[in-house]
């Protein structure tokens, strides 16, 4: 069974650019979730979509965030300017139902 | 604000003891509790879920939970040095597969474990 896959791995990119990620689930999982970690700082939860549509997206940080999952199979998270703060690893994660995920390897961004 | 502390370590044990991990949580609410795997670089790992009061062992490893206290901890036997890594611990506000609203994890920063040959 293949895992999350997440790319690019790493990206770095000017502040006022914008950069889109990818994650693709684990086949099967309708709940597909996006996390960050900010250096120095825990992992912080961003949104939850189950299939298509969007669960909870209570931790996202602003309108400058924009996240898809388009026919309930991968997902894409947009920044749209980016910002020097949103710096950090992105992790997409999937589940078949509640309780422990499987997480992606992640996408380290890096504005400068 | 919901909150998971954990001592951030580094915990240091000699190979072949035990380590033990620690993490208490504030949102008395939280049912399933969670702790992950992450070596350097690495994306984390699911090593152990728990969701009653009391213990739960999987091979070397065993989690504890007491709800009242508010408190999960994550001991491992015979620890090795493949073991060095960060362990985080995650807590949920829905029972295990409940299959209801989000299931949004809260994390701790982590405990770095080093375990020396």
């Known amino acids: 069974e293949a895992g999350v896959t997440q790319f690019p791995s790493h990206s770095v990119i000017e502040k006022g650019q914008t950069v889109t990620l990818r994650c693709d689930p684990i086949?099967?999982?309708?709940?597909l979730y996006w996390y960050r970690r900010v250096m120095g700082k825990e992992i912080k939860f961003l949104l939850h979509?189950?299939?298509?549509?969007?669960?909870?997206e209570s931790g996202m940080p602003n309108n400058r965030f924009l996240a898809e999952r388009t026919g309930g199979t991968y997902s894409t998270l947009k920044v749209q300017p980016a910002e020097l703060e949103d710096s950090g690893v992105y992790f997409c994660?999937?589940?078949?139902?509640?309780?422990?995920?499987?997480f992606g390897s992640g996408t380290r961004l890096t504005v400068v | 604000q919901k909150e998971v502390e954990q001592n951030s370590g580094p915990l240091s044990v000699p190979e072949g003891a035990i380590a033990s991990l620690n993490c208490t949580y504030s949102?008395?609410?939280?049912?399933?509790f969670f702790w992950y795997r992450q070596y350097s670089g690495k994306s984390p790992e699911l090593i152990m879920s728990?969701?009653?009061?009391g213990d739960k062992e999987d091979g070397r490893f065993t989690a504890q939970l007491n709800k009242a206290s508010q408190y999960v901890s994550l001991l491992i036997r015979d620890s090795q040095p493949s073991d060095s890594a960060t362990y985080l611990c995650?807590?949920?506000?829905?029972?295990?597969?409940?299959?209801?609203?989000?299931?949004?994890?809260?994390f701790g920063k982590g405990t770095k474990l080093s375990v020396i040959p």
């Open positions: 995650a807590v949920n506000p829905l029972g295990g597969d409940s299959g209801a609203g989000s299931y949004q994890l809260t």
């Open positions: 728990i969701y009653s009061n």
């Open positions: 086949s099967g999982h309708d709940n």
């Open positions: 994660a999937s589940s078949q139902a509640g309780g422990g995920y499987t």
């Open positions: 949102d008395r609410v939280s049912q399933s």
């Open positions: 979509f189950v299939k298509e549509s969007k669960q909870d």
